[in-house]
Each structure stands twice: as structure tokens, then as C-alpha cells.
């Protein structure tokens, strides 16, 4: 009876992590460019009561065995780098990646981060900042009285400087990719940050081979699925609650047991 008590409080622990994972989710169903999170899990050692492949007389042996499972672990927690929706905002500021990449921001310590938000702005130097004021790599800084400011699916930066009548080139967007996406750290503030597990930073041209486009304008909206959410959060409630009927019911034999007389 003890075994399945442990074996229950495993498995309560893990859905409550799944639950925790969805939570997240759901908190930021409305945050530009937020990736949804998935749950993995894993069995735990097995306590082997007979072995397989087991002599059972002179000429035979045991098909199967008695392997009785421990119970289970959370693996991993994986971001899913799938596209959000993109919607138009008319912000002339605003731009949306449709495919592959991450903008590169200069963070206060001097690193980088990387993001799928392109909801920009303008700090008082004139430089293009991200919403908590950290600068675009590379940097673009817009010169006072510009106007109409105009930004490319390649990441061409144009703008009608003051006396001008025609646009004038003033920078250019450029986006990052990873080998392994899933494997960047999640630093909040729609941030994420190079792993050893992410590989390397590569860098280049939206549109070239392998990199997205960049659309102005528009937003890309998180990728969390309300419905698929509220299906999984129902399924994860029903896991836990009957894992939790296992420890009752393992209460209930252990009580029989200490009764009989």
C-alpha cells in the first residue's frame, strides 16, 4: 500500500506543474509574441519483483516479468516557437516577423536578448527601443522631424527627413535565428536569451533563406490556443483528481488492514 501512496503524490505533483504550465499560457494569451509552453513527462524507476527472461523450472522461462512502476517526473517544460496571429495596429512603428527569427535588443548589462515582439518606439535620443526602452540591434536612430517613416518586408528603414521630400534611407532591421529555438531561456519581458542548448546567434537579412519577413504595422499576437488550453486544463484536473483518489484509496486498504482482527 505504501508504494502506491508515493507512486500518487508523483503523479499529483506533476499535473500540478502541467496545471501551472497552462496557467502561464492563458495569463498571457494577449501578449505580442508570447510562445506557449508544453509539459513533458517521464516514468520513474521500476521496482522489479521478477525479472524478465527469469528461469521458472529447468527448460522455461518467465515472458514478462514483475516490473511495478514508481510513479512519474516533470522532463522538461518546451517553448513552442509556432507563428501567433499576426493583426494590424496602423502603428508605423509596429512590425510583425511572418516566419523564421527574433529581433536582437541591447540589454542594461550590455548583452543581448532576443524577441518576437516588434512593438517599437522612439526613445528621447530618437533611437528605436523595444517597450522597455532597450535599443534595436543594430541600432536605428531617427532624426528629429523625420516623417513617415517607412519600414521594408527586407528591413529597410526609410523616413522624410525635415525639408526633404523624398525618403531617405536611415538603417535597417536585421533578424537572428537559433538551431534549436526550444532551448533559449525565457527571461520575462518577452525576452530570451542564448543557451548553450540554443547554439549560436546567426544573423541576416529578413527574407534571405531561412529568415522571415517583416511586416509593418501589424503585430504577432501570442500562439496560445484558448480552446486547446481549456481542453488540456480540464484533462490535467482530471489526472490530478484521480491520482488523488489512488492515496485515498490506498488510505482506505491501509485503514481495512489495521482493522481486521
Known amino acids: 500500500m505504501i508504494r502506491s501512496l508515493y507512486t500518487g503524490t508523483t503523479g499529483m505533483n506533476g499535473q500540478q506543474l502541467g496545471m501551472d504550465v497552462i496557467a502561464n499560457n492563458l495569463a498571457n494569451v494577449?501578449?505580442?509574441?508570447?510562445?506557449?509552453?508544453?509539459?513533458?513527462?517521464?516514468?520513474?524507476?521500476?521496482?522489479?519483483?521478477?525479472?524478465?527472461?527469469?528461469?521458472?523450472?529447468?527448460?522455461t522461462q518467465s515472458p514478462t516479468g514483475i516490473l511495478v512502476g514508481m510513479g512519474v517526473r516533470p522532463a522538461a517544460v518546451t517553448k513552442i516557437f509556432s507563428q501567433g496571429e499576426i493583426f494590424q495596429t496602423e502603428n508605423e512603428l509596429d512590425v510583425a516577423i511572418e516566419g523564421v527569427g527574433f529581433f536582437e535588443v541591447e540589454l542594461p548589462n550590455g548583452t543581448s536578448g532576443y524577441t518576437r515582439s516588434g512593438a517599437f518606439k522612439?526613445?528621447?535620443?530618437?533611437?528605436?527601443?523595444?517597450?522597455?526602452?532597450?535599443?534595436?540591434?543594430?541600432?536605428?536612430?531617427?532624426?528629429?522631424?523625420?516623417?513617415?517613416?517607412?519600414?521594408?518586408?527586407?528591413?529597410?528603414?526609410?523616413?522624410?527627413?525635415?525639408?526633404?521630400?523624398?525618403?531617405?534611407?536611415?538603417?535597417?532591421?536585421?533578424?537572428?535565428?537559433?538551431?534549436?529555438?526550444?532551448?533559449?531561456?525565457?527571461?520575462?519581458?518577452?525576452?530570451?536569451?542564448?543557451?548553450?542548448?540554443?547554439?549560436?546567434?546567426?544573423?541576416?537579412?529578413?527574407?534571405?533563406?531561412?529568415?522571415?519577413?517583416?511586416?509593418?504595422?501589424?503585430?504577432?499576437?501570442?500562439?496560445?490556443?484558448?480552446?486547446?488550453?481549456?481542453a488540456n486544463m480540464i484533462t490535467t484536473q482530471r489526472a490530478y483528481e484521480i491520482n488523488s483518489k489512488t492515496i485515498q484509496t490506498s488510505d482506505d486498504m491501509m485503514g481495512i488492514t489495521n482493522n481486521l482482527k
Not at 517607412?150 to 538603417?171: H, K, P, R, W, Y
Not at 548553450?196 to 541576416?204: I, K, L, R, V
Open 122 to 230: 522612439l526613445d528621447s535620443d530618437g533611437r528605436l527601443v523595444n517597450s522597455n526602452g532597450y535599443p534595436i540591434i543594430p541600432a536605428i536612430t531617427v532624426p528629429d522631424g523625420a516623417r513617415d517613416i517607412t519600414i521594408s518586408e527586407t528591413g529597410v528603414v526609410s523616413a522624410i527627413l525635415a525639408g526633404d521630400t523624398e525618403s531617405t534611407e536611415i538603417g535597417n532591421l536585421e533578424l537572428v535565428r537559433f538551431t534549436n529555438n526550444s532551448g533559449l531561456s525565457a527571461a520575462g519581458n518577452n525576452i530570451f536569451l542564448e543557451t548553450n542548448s540554443s547554439g549560436a546567434p546567426t544573423t541576416g537579412v529578413p527574407g534571405d533563406d531561412g529568415y522571415g519577413i517583416l511586416m509593418q504595422t501589424f503585430l504577432e499576437g501570442s500562439n496560445v490556443n484558448i480552446v486547446q488550453e481549456m
Open 30 to 59: 494577449s501578449t505580442t509574441g508570447f510562445k506557449k509552453s508544453t509539459t513533458d513527462f517521464q516514468d520513474l524507476l521500476y521496482e522489479t519483483l521478477k525479472v524478465p527472461g527469469s528461469q521458472t523450472s529447468a527448460d
